[in-house]
């Protein structure tokens, strides 16, 4: 058994924010910047959590939950995240999508310790 997990946000209804990307070659501070933005993302209203996965040919998946648009918007709007998504069109991305999606119906497994 892992202590890695999927997130667990709560019911239904919430919103996922699903960013997918394809990285400029070297770090060049993207690891400890990403760090920093879930760090911050945590702290806001709203904010039900993240999963995020990197596949070795370099495209990476990022869904953040969100309890309404309103909260989605005020993360948009950070003053430190529009920095850093500056900051990614400049140095770490060679291209990006962003969907939202309102989370109607969830559920989840998992295996029970023996």
């Known amino acids: 058994m892992t202590d890695l997990a999927p997130a667990a946000p709560p019911e239904p209804p919430y919103y996922a924010v699903v960013f997918t990307s394809v990285r400029t070659d070297g770090d060049n501070g993207y690891g400890e910047r990403a760090a920093e933005m879930v760090r911050l993302a945590a702290d806001q209203p709203g904010f039900l959590g993240?999963?995020?996965?990197?596949?070795?040919?370099?495209?990476?998946?990022?869904?953040?939950?969100?309890?309404?648009?309103?909260?989605?918007?005020?993360?948009?709007?950070?003053?430190?995240?529009?920095?850093?998504?500056?900051?990614?069109?400049?140095?770490w991305y060679e291209s990006f999508a962003v969907h939202v999606a309102k989370v109607e119906r969830a559920y989840d497994f998992q295996r029970q310790a023996v």
Not at 62 to 90: K, L, P
């Open 50 to 91: 993240v999963d995020s996965a990197r596949g070795s040919d370099g495209l990476g998946i990022t869904v953040s939950y969100w309890r309404d648009e309103e909260s989605i918007r005020a993360w948009r709007d950070h003053v430190a995240h529009a920095v850093t998504r500056a900051e990614g069109r400049a140095r």
